[in-house]
């Protein structure tokens, strides 16, 4: 599993005109799925993100984790994190099929809602329109593959 995980003030996703999800501080992740993912990838995602501690504390410093802050995440799935573009028009034979990448989606989410966070999201294969106020901006790649 693949995560963009930007550090935000506040964060939306729209579907169709309407504002299906919202937070205020907290993360954006972006989640992309690959095609040989499998539960503990999800699982052990859901940890690391969770864990990050990358807002500021009364020093400045990148040291508060999510829960520290009192975070919400947006999760927004996003197949082309895995695209091939070794040529013009990307290709994504790497990202899951749906059958797949759905229910590790909701566990994702599952595993982060499990340890005390509220998590807003979009919906699978929707178009969507996502709106962020970026912090820092700080925005961290995440990938159970390395």
Known sequence: MRAVVTRVSSASVEIDGETVGQIGRGFLVLLGVHRDDRLE?????????????VFRDGNGK????????????????????????SSRRPGFTEAARPDTAVPLYELFMAQCRERGFAV?????????????VNDGPVT?????RG
């Not at 929707?126 to 709106?131: F, I, Y």
């Open 62 to 85: 990148m040291n508060l984790n999510l829960a520290s802050v009192g975070g919400s995440i947006l999760c927004v799935s996003q197949f082309t994190l895995f695209a091939d573009t």
């Open 120 to 132: 807003e999201h979009g919906e699978f294969g929707a178009d969507m329109k996502v709106a962020s």
């Open 140 to 144: 961290i790649l995440l990938d159970t």
């Open 41 to 53: 990838d999800a699982r052990r995602l859901a940890d690391k993100v969770c864990g990050l501690r």
